[in-house]
């Protein structure tokens, strides 16, 4: 069988400023770039992550973004569906500050006296899951994140709960740097594939990790790979001169410690570089392509056309 595909990946924060021109230290990009189905901006299509490294605020603008172009598109495919106007859940069903924000207006009004009709979120129901007009025999929806953008594909997956559920999401160690959507949750999807920055390698300890409860998943696989959280992206810091304020110093060679007698350099992770024979410049290499190669196998397994 011939299936339709509409793919959508949303990279990690700052992807502006760290991807390069080709898009070659980019996991996201470049598995949307090698489906080989359709075309880009068609159907398939790549997004930057948010800009905002402290709140990541502008996940949202870019969530909706992702939700009209596969709504617009799946119209186009199968323009029924819009005749019936069954439409995707809104971003106020997935976004708890919008929702607080609903409640806190409507308590000041009754407070005053008005009586207010209560807006409340839609959530996922069996009985919506089974009412949908569309199944992945109809289209396959692939869905790719990586950091805050596989935050944004899990709550993209429930936003298209009325419509279809995904049949493929593949999380590059998907993050919670969020404070509005709700993400720990994936749910509408038949398959997914978590890669998750391994925590020996000690990258982005204060990270926490989403998208991590899987219901209603048919199969799901989690596996940890020795490389940093960016690396697992597919981009990793191994300069100490590129190390930023915020960054991530947990892939370079060796680290400068500061004694009385001066600056010292000292094997970064001396446990792992044991462990492997190798310093952590290629250990994190190493891990990032396994990571990369972890997500396309288990597509494949499914019948994702990616190479």
């Not at 996991?27 to 990541?56: A, C, E, L």
């Not at 005749?83 to 407070?111: A, G, H, W, Y």
């Not at 094997?267 to 392509?289: H, R, T, Y």
């Amino acid at each position: 069988m011939n299936y339709k595909y509409i793919v959508v990946g949303i990279d990690g924060t700052g992807s502006r400023e760290w991807m390069s021109t080709d898009g070659s230290n980019s996991n996201t990009y470049k598995f949307i770039r090698d489906v080989h189905y359709g075309s880009m901006q068609i159907d398939r299509r790549w997004y930057h992550g948010p800009s905002n490294t402290i709140t990541g605020s502008d996940s949202e603008p870019i969530l909706q973004e992702a939700l009209n172009f596969i709504y617009q598109r799946i119209n186009a495919l199968f323009p029924e569906v819009r005749s019936r106007s069954i439409k995707p859940l809104e971003m106020f069903d997935v976004n708890s500050c919008m929702q607080n924000r609903e409640r806190t207006t409507r308590q000041v009004m009754e407070s005053h006296g008005y009586s207010v009709v209560a807006r409340t979120p839609v959530t996922v129901t069996a009985g919506m899951l089974a009412n949908q007009p569309l199944t992945t025999d109809d289209v396959r929806v692939v869905l790719i994140g990586h950091s805050r953008g596989g935050l944004a594909v899990t709550a993209l997956a429930r936003m298209l709960s009325p419509l279809v559920r995904v049949y493929f999401m593949g999380l590059y160690d998907s993050v919670d740097r969020q404070g509005c959507l709700d993400g720990m949750n994936v749910e509408n999807v038949k398959f997914v594939a978590h890669a998750r920055r391994h925590p020996d390698v000690k990258s982005r300890t204060y990270f926490g990790n989403t998208s991590l409860k899987y219901i209603g998943v048919d199969h799901a696989e989690e596996r940890f790979f020795y490389t940093s959280h960016g690396g697992v992206g597919g981009s990793f810091v191994t300069n100490p001169k590129e190390v930023t304020a915020f960054g991530d110093s947990s892939c370079l060679p060796t680290i400068a410690v500061h004694t009385r007698a001066g600056f010292h350099e000292l094997m970064n992770n001396p446990a792992l570089v044991q462990k492997f024979g190798k310093k952590m410049d290629q250990i994190c290499a190493d891990g990032s392509d396994e990571a990369d190669a972890f997500i396309r196998t288990q597509a494949r397994k499914y019948g994702v056309p990616v190479s």
